[in-house]
């Protein structure tokens, strides 16, 4: 902990030089795509195993609080790409370590390039959305929100205390020291292979997640994926339901020569990812987690978690999303509908 408050009091105080900002705006919004990462699998696998919660998720992130969150996720993604590409070519090219201030100034400069265009893209989509009848916007409120982000909060707690619980008895098995700190050691060959990977996945990852953001936030938007009559965006159906459910199986299920090519796109965006963060969080583990036990316990949690994440990922990919989840989805949306008007009309409707 102390090495936390360290780095965080050492960077604010920091004067002359811009690699310790990139440095640390690379890791936090390297963790913020990692959070998002994590709810945004979690949900997604919902439109083929629960339709229904799928649509309320949705709704959420087209309230005006994950609109903002929405906004900072995008900024988060393009300079970590950015920089990612910065760290790789210096890590190639070491003779040319004396350009990385200019290339640092210049990767700020290419983000902002960027998000601009990006940001008014996706300021006129919002405003698009909350220009439409009342009747066509479904926006979860700030306590339905509350109440969803708390269980994924409260499910966090779990596996960490978990993982804590089961290295403290690991710990008695194997007679450590309760206090006992991490030994640093020589890195291993798996480790030289995830130094390796981080480079290469990252240079993979980045026309894929740019694709990806595109397709979802420029050339549509997320006010798109619930919205009736609406193209899914990279095919050439039509959402004519208007749930949620419907958009992500349709262009799970859009065929090019015979190929389901977005699930094979969002499989190959998934492994990379996935593993490209959780390798990521864990570097950022072993540098602030120096007690034995709790670096353990981290160390598990990632692993076994980005491992359960992956899963989920791929199972919900070849499962898909049939017509019985469309009508599921639209038949609870329309009883969600008949209930409220039965309430707020004195005559029951």
């Known amino acids: 902990m102390a090495t936390l408050v360290t780095t965080i009091t050492e960077t604010l105080r920091y004067r002359g030089k811009i690699g310790q900002y990139s440095w640390a705006f690379h890791r936090l919004s390297g963790l913020g795509i990692v959070l998002f990462l994590i709810l945004h699998v979690i949900d997604t696998s919902w439109a083929a195993f629960y339709p229904e919660l799928y649509g309320k998720a949705i709704q959420e992130y087209q309230s005006p609080l994950f609109t903002i969150g929405e906004f900072f996720l995008v900024a988060a993604v393009v ?3 950015m920089n990612g590409l910065r760290i790789i070519f210096f890590d190639y090219r070491p003779h040319l370590w004396h350009l990385q201030q200019k290339a640092a100034v210049g990767v700020f400069a290419a983000s902002a390039i960027i ?3 990006t940001f008014i893209i996706m300021l ?3 405003i ?3 220009d439409r009848p009342a009747e066509e916007r479904e926006v979860a409120s700030l306590m339905d929100i509350i109440g969803t982000q708390s269980q994924f909060l409260l499910g966090f707690i779990v596996i960490i205390g978990v993982a804590l619980a ?22 291993s060959q798996v480790d030289a292979w995830l130094w390796s990977f981080m480079r290469w996945s990252g240079v993979l990852i980045v026309p894929l997640v740019f694709g990806h953001l595109a397709m979802i936030h420029l050339i549509g938007s997320v006010f798109d994926i619930n919205h009736a009559g609406a193209e899914v965006v990279g095919t050439t159906a039509i959402n004519e ?9 349709r262009r799970w299920d859009h065929l090019v020569a015979g190929v389901a090519v977005w699930r094979i796109y969002d499989g190959l965006l998934l492994a990379l990812v996935v593993i490209h963060g959780f390798n990521g969080l864990r570097y950022v583990v072993n540098d602030y987690a120096h007690n034995k036990i709790v670096n353990r316990a981290f160390n598990w949690a990632i692993v076994f978690g980005g491992a359960a994440l992956i899963i989920l990922g791929m199972a919900a990919l070849i499962a898909g999303v049939d017509e019985t989840a469309y009508r ?5 949306s329309n009883a969600a509908s008949a209930t409220v008007q039965n309430t707020t009309s004195p005559f029951g409707g």
């Open 328 to 332: 599921i989805a639209s038949d609870l």
């Open 79 to 81: 300079y970590h790409a």
């Open 115 to 117: 998000l601009l265009p």
């Open 241 to 249: 339901s208007g749930r949620a459910a419907e958009f992500v199986g």
């Open 128 to 130: 698009d959305f909350w």
């Open 124 to 126: 006129g989509h919002t």
């Open 166 to 187: 089961a290295s403290f008895v690991m710990s008695l098995i194997n007679g450590d020291e309760r206090e006992a700190r991490v030994v640093p050691k020589r890195p």
